[in-house]
């Protein structure tokens, strides 16, 4: 199963312990994040990631063609609700295309962790 895994700045930290939490069930699986989002789980962790650029120079946009190619299994983005990103339009799309692509996506730790349960 291929995992895509983002977070906005303020959610770094909780992709990381995220990341610790599962790191046995995600050492199972092939692992592709975002620019600095992979940089910080590869540097807190044993597991290997790929790199796709950061989010605002394109990364949720690569990603989503992932999602659109059915080449991502599942989706883990830990989004800031409260802070406008100057890319909204790309986190939009990335989202519209797991929802079109039936493409099971996480936008918080609690309902992550449901689904990481069960990988």
Do not use: W
Request: proline share 4%; glycine share 6%.
């Amino acid at each position: 199963m291929k995992i895509a895994l983002i977070a906005h700045d303020k959610k770094k930290e909780e992709m990381i312990e995220l990341a610790k939490d599962f790191e046995d069930k995600l050492s199972k699986h092939i692992l592709v994040a975002t620019g600095t989002t992979g940089l910080k789980i590869m540097q807190n962790t044993s597991l290997e990631v790929k790199r796709c650029k950061s989010g605002p120079l394109g990364g949720d946009q690569e990603i989503g063609a992932m999602v659109a190619n059915h080449d991502v299994d599942m989706v883990i983005f830990l989004r800031d609700p409260l802070t406008a990103q100057p890319h909204e339009p790309d986190i939009s799309a990335l989202l519209r295309l797991c929802d079109v692509y039936k493409v099971p996506l996480a936008t918080n730790t609690e309902s992550a962790k449901l689904i990481m349960a069960d990988i």
